[in-house]
C-alpha cells in the first residue's frame, strides 16, 4: 500500500476559501501600499549564503534554511569537519545558497546591487514568503509570508509619521477595531543603558527588557542578573517598570529619567515630533502607544521601533513591526544609507480577522450560476449564454457531464453555488432559461437579456 503522503511541518495547504481569504488581506495591504506611493519590486526566494549569515545574530543564522550544493556535495566537503562531526565548518562547504530569511536583507542587498538605477529616497513594497526553521507554534509557521515596505535614503522623521498612518490605514479598510501601534526608540534603550553606567551591555538589557511581557518584571531582572547587569543598575531602572499613563504622561516620565542622557533626549524629541504629528491629524481607528520596554530582537534598529498589537480580546502576538535603521545598507558596502521599514505579518492578521468574523461574505463567493446539463445539444446552448454572462462579469459555468439531475444538483449544493440554470428542450425551442435559487427552490423563466439582468 503506498504511504499517505505528507507536507512538512509548519507548512499548510491553503483550500480555494482561505486562499480568498488570504487574497484580500494581499489586495487591501497592496492597495494601500501604492495609496501612499510605494512601489513593488521581488527577489529571489534563496540567496548567496554570504548575504544572508551574520545579518540576524546567531538565533536568526540557527533559524536559516541551508540548500545543500547540487551534484555530489560531498566531494567539496570539508573531510575534515565531516570526520570531527563540526557541523558549522562543514555547512560553509556543503551549502553555498540559503532560503531568504526576511525580506529586509534582501532589499538591503537589492538597493546596493541597483544603487545606480534608484531614485533615492526609495519607496519600495514587496509581498513574498520566507522561511525559517523556527518551532511551529499558533500563528508561527516554517513559511510564511512577509508583506513589508521601506523607505531608503531619507532620515526625515516624517517617514514614521506615514508609516503609523499606513498601518491606521490598512487596518482601517480591514475593519479591525483596538489595533494599538506601540512605539519606541533605540535611543531611549541606549539612554537607559547609558544611566545605569551598562552600555556595554546595551543588547542584553534590551533583550530581556522585550521580555517583559512574557515573563514579567521579576523575569526580566533575573536575566539581567543573568547577564551580568549590576545590581545597583537595575535600581537605577527600576522606574521604568512603572511608567504609567498617556503619552504624554510617560514622555514626562521618561525625561525625568533619562535627564543625563543626550542620547536619551534625542529619542525623546523624535517621539515626540511623532505624537505632535499624530495628534494635528488623529488616526481612524488605531491608537498609538508609548510603550518604554518595547526592544524588538534585531540589532539594526537604531531609531523608532514599532510593534502593532492586536485587539485585546483576541489572544495573538504582534501582527506587524518594523522600525529605522540608519546603516543596514552598510553590512553590503553602501553607507549612511538611513533607511525605515514596517512588516505586517499576513498569516496573525488572517487568524484575528477569522476569530472576529471580519472576513466579508463577498470574499469567498464563487461560481454564481451553474448549467445543467442535459447532453450535447443542450450544452452548446448553455455554452453559449455563459459565454455571455462571463462578459457581464456574472460567474457561471456548465456542470461537465451529461449526469443524472440529482448529482448535479448535489454538486451545486456541495459547493454552494446560489443559482442553476436548467436549459433543456422546452426551453431551447423557446429561447428561454429557466433559473431555479437553490435555497428558497423558486424558479423563474427569463430570456438571455432577462437571465444577465437578474444575475447581475
Known sequence: MAQKPSIPKGTRDFSPAEVAKRNYIFDTIRTEFKKFGFQPIETPSFENSSTLMGKYGDEGDRLIFKILNSGDFLKKADQTALAEQDSTRLTSTISEKALRYDLTVPFARYVVQ????????FKRYQIQPVWRADRPQKGRFREFFQCDADVVGSN????????????????????????????????????????????????????????????????VKKEMREKGISEDAIQKIQPIFGLQGDFAEKIQGL????????????????????????????????????????????????????????????????IGGGGRYDDLTGIFGLKDMSGIGISFGLDRIY?????????????????KALFINFGEKEALYAMKAIR?????????????????????????????????ILAGEEEMKNNRFTLKHMKTGEQSIFDLAGLIEKLK
Do not use: C
Open 351 to 367: 487568524l484575528v480577522l477569522e476569530e472576529l468574523d471580519l472576513f466579508p461574505a463577498t470574499v469567498t463567493e464563487n461560481t
Open 255 to 318: 525625561r525625568n529619567i533619562l535627564e543625563g542622557s543626550e542620547t536619551g533626549k534625542k529619542g525623546i524629541e523624535e517621539l515626540q515630533f511623532i505624537q505632535d504629528a499624530i495628534e494635528a491629524m488623529p488616526l481612524k481607528t488605531a491608537t498609538l502607544d508609548l510603550d518604554v520596554t518595547l526592544a524588538r530582537g534585531l540589532n539594526y534598529y537604531t531609531g523608532a521601533i514599532f510593534e502593532v498589537a492586536a485587539p485585546e480580546k483576541v489572544k495573538m502576538g504582534s
Open 114 to 121: 541597483h544603487q545606480n538605477e534608484i531614485e533615492f529616497p
Open 388 to 420: 455571455e454572462l462571463r462578459e457581464h462579469n456574472v460567474i457561471s459555468e456548465l456542470y461537465p457531464d451529461s449526469a443524472k439531475m440529482g448529482k448535479q444538483m448535489k454538486y451545486a449544493d456541495k459547493r454552494s453555488i446560489p443559482f442553476v
Open 156 to 219: 526625515s522623521l516624517w517617514q514614521e509619521v506615514e508609516f503609523v498612518q499606513l498601518y491606521d490605514s490598512v487596518f482601517s479598510e480591514l475593519k479591525l477595531q483596538g489595533v494599538k501601534i506601540k512605539i519606541n526608540n533605540r535611543k531611549v534603550l541606549s539612554g537607559f543603558a547609558e544611566v545605569i553606567g551598562e552600555q556595554d551591555k546595551l543588547i542584553d538589557f534590551t533583550v530581556a527588557l522585550d521580555k517583559l511581557d512574557k515573563i514579567g518584571e521579576e523575569g
